[in-house]
T-cell receptor
Framework: AQTVTQSQPEMSVQEAETVTLSCTYDTSESDYYLFWYKQPPSRQMILVIR??????QNATENRFSVNFQKAAKSFSLKISDSQLGDAAMYFC??????????????FGKGTLLTVNP | SAVISQKPSRDICQRGTSLTIQCQVDSQVTMMFWYRQQPGQSLTLIAT?????????ESGFVIDKFPISRPNLTFSTLTVSNMSPEDSSIYLC?????????FGSGTRLTVV
């Protein structure tokens, strides 16, 4: 079974600084997707970034980028120039890509990010 | 990407009663998913709902407790039956899209 581990229950960062959230996963599959989701106090789950396992290039979305190490099964999220609005719970998630037979997302336990002014 | 309207946003219910949560998607989607999230914790998948077939339940969740309907490709409901205080939680629906997954805004359920 696939598992997703986020080893940092809580992290804090100063506004305008950079922070990296860690995620490791375990799978025997070679084709899959990895996601980072943000959940602010409003409860709304917001997709931050997505990485396809067969793409070697790390995904980037504005201030958010990932360091995807497939061999190490590591998928960290870097937030640059942190803003107060980045404060939220961040979830790493995995989805197998086996020809459409299984679309379940497996979530890590989450990392609560605090941004200090 | 798809937008999901979920309601109610919150409710306080008496033990022994049932609550039905509705999710309406603004486009047709194949799969819908129902999650439970305890405060401050991760999301736990309850079941996957395909239109026209029985929902597939995860270990620890049963149809009698969490019946799901999926009458068409844009709508689904989850009922929490015979509620107890242990059912107090946030319930979220989700649908898969080409790029990722879209989530409803969640239902905060308190059972007293």
């Amino acid at each position: 079974a696939q598992t997703v581990t986020q080893s940092q229950p809580e992290m804090s960062v100063q506004e305008a600084e950079t922070v990296t959230l860690s995620c490791t996963y375990d799978t025997s599959e070679s084709d899959y997707y990895l996601f980072w989701y943000k959940q602010p106090p409003s409860r709304q789950m917001i997709l931050v970034i997505r990485q396809e396992a067969y793409k070697q290039q790390n995904a980037t979305e504005n201030r958010f980028s990932v360091n995807f190490q497939k061999a190490a099964k590591s998928f960290s999220l870097k937030i640059s120039d942190s803003q107060l609005g980045d404060a939220a719970m961040y979830f790493c998630a995995y989805r197998m890509n086996s020809g459409g037979s299984n679309y379940k997302l497996t979530f890590g336990k989450g990392t609560l990010l605090t941004v200090n002014p | 990407s798809a937008v999901i309207s979920q309601k109610p946003s919150r409710d306080i219910c008496q033990r022994g009663t049932s609550l039905t949560i509705q999710c309406q998607v603004d486009s047709q989607v194949t799969m819908m998913f129902w999650y439970r999230q305890q405060p401050g914790q991760s999301l736990t998948l309850i079941a996957t709902a395909n239109q026209g077939s029985e929902a597939t339940y995860e270990s620890g969740f049963v149809i009698d407790k969490f019946p799901i309907s999926r009458p068409n490709l844009t709508f689904s409901t989850l009922t929490v039956s015979n509620m107890s205080p242990e059912d107090s939680s946030i319930y979220l629906c989700s649908s898969s899209t080409l790029y990722g997954y879209t989530f409803g805004s969640g239902t905060r359920l308190t059972v007293v």
